[in-house]
C-alpha cells in the first residue's frame, strides 16, 4: 500500500433480537449456559473505516460517552484482527449509532463483527473463516453470530453457533424504557431466581424448520423476562402497551432493556410505533433481515 493512499469502507451493523433465550445454569468457568434463537433486525449502527499506512487505532463515536479505547468492542476487534493477520496500518473508525445502548440488542458486538468483516474484506481475507469465528468469540459472546447474521441457534455461552434457513418474516416494533439493564446484573437475579428454563429454542427451531410463522411466535420466550420485570415496572408497561396496540407477542430482548412485539403487517408495526415513540426513549417500527453486516462502500484515495 503506498504510503499516502487511505483505503475506506463503510459497514452497517445489524441489531439483534433474541427470538428465544434459554438460560440453562450457570458453568464452572463463571459464564452461563444458554441456547438461543436469534434473528437479525433492520436496526443499523454504521461504520467508517480509513486505512493507512502506520500503526494505532483510533475509534470516534456520535455518542460522546461511548468508550473509544481498550473498553470499545471495535478497538478490541481491530486490535486482535491487526495480530492475527501480522498487518500494521493506522486504523481509524466512527461509529454512528443507531442501535440504543444497553438494550439487548448487541450493538457493541455487531459493530465489532462489522469491522473484522471489513478489515478482512478489504485486506483480501489475511485471516480465514475459523480463525475470525475465534477472535469475535474473544471479544464477546455475542460477536460470532453477527459474523454470519440471518436465522440462527446460539449454544454455550453463545459462541457456537448454527445457521438456520430464514425465519418466516415478521415485522417488529423495538421499543426501549427510559433505563437500561446490565447483563451482569440480569445473570446475579435470574441465578437468585427459582425459576427453571422454558426450554423453548427447541419448539422455535422446528418452527422455523417448518417455515410456521404461527409456531414461531407461539414459541417466543425469554427467561429473562420475568425475573427483570419483578424489578423495571417500566419494561412490564412498554411491553403491555405493545400487546394493547396488537401486537401478537412481545418480548424482552436479550437481558434487557428493551422489548419487540410482532405485528401482522409493516403499517401495523408503524401505527403502533408511532403511539408509543413519545412514552419511551426509543420506538422503531423494523423488519427482520438475512444480513447482520453489510458492506456499502469501499474505495482507495490516493
Request: proline share 4%; charged share 20%; aromatic share 4%.
Amino acid at each position: 500500500m503506498p504510503n499516502n493512499d487511505v483505503i475506506s469502507a463503510v459497514a452497517a451493523c445489524s441489531a439483534k433480537i433474541n427470538l428465544t433465550l434459554d438460560v440453562l445454569g450457570r458453568r464452572a468457568d463463571g459464564y452461563h449456559e444458554i441456547e438461543s434463537v436469534v434473528q437479525s433486525v433492520g436496526l443499523w449502527d454504521r461504520l467508517t473505516i480509513e486505512l493507512r499506512s502506520g500503526n494505532g487505532i483510533n475509534v470516534t463515536s456520535t455518542v460522546d460517552d461511548l468508550p473509544v479505547g481498550v473498553g470499545n468492542t471495535v478497538y478490541r476487534a481491530c486490535a486482535a484482527f491487526l495480530e492475527a493477520s501480522s498487518l500494521n496500518y493506522d486504523v481509524r473508525v466512527h461509529i454512528e449509532k443507531g442501535i440504543p445502548r444497553e438494550a439487548g440488542l448487541g450493538g457493541g458486538s455487531s459493530d465489532a463483527a462489522g469491522v473484522l468483516t471489513a478489515l478482512n474484506n478489504i485486506l483480501s481475507s489475511p485471516v480465514d473463516k475459523e480463525r475470525l469465528l475465534r477472535i469475535a468469540a474473544s471479544i464477546g459472546s455475542d460477536v460470532p453470530f453477527f459474523l454470519i447474521g440471518g436465522t440462527a441457534v446460539v449454544h454455550g455461552r453463545g459462541e457456537h453457533v448454527r445457521p438456520l434457513p430464514p425465519a418466516p418474516d415478521m415485522h417488529l416494533v423495538i421499543a426501549k424504557p427510559s433505563v437500561g439493564v446490565s447483563t451482569a446484573w440480569a445473570y446475579r437475579r435470574i441465578d437468585e431466581s427459582a425459576s427453571k428454563s422454558s426450554r423453548s429454542s427447541i419448539k422455535a427451531v422446528q418452527a422455523v424448520l417448518a417455515g410456521d410463522r404461527a409456531a414461531l411466535i407461539d414459541s417466543l420466550s425469554n427467561d429473562f423476562q420475568d425475573v427483570i420485570e419483578e424489578s423495571y415496572l417500566e419494561i412490564v408497561v412498554l411491553r403491555r402497551k405493545l400487546l394493547d396496540l396488537g401486537a401478537e407477542a412481545a418480548v424482552l430482548c436479550g437481558s434487557g432493556s428493551s422489548v419487540f412485539g410482532v405485528f401482522p403487517c409493516p403499517m401495523s408495526a408503524r401505527r403502533a410505533a408511532d403511539e408509543i415513540r413519545s412514552e419511551c426513549e426509543f420506538a422503531e417500527a423494523v423488519s427482520t433481515v438475512g444480513q447482520a453486516i453489510v458492506l456499502e462502500k469501499c474505495s482507495v484515495q490516493s
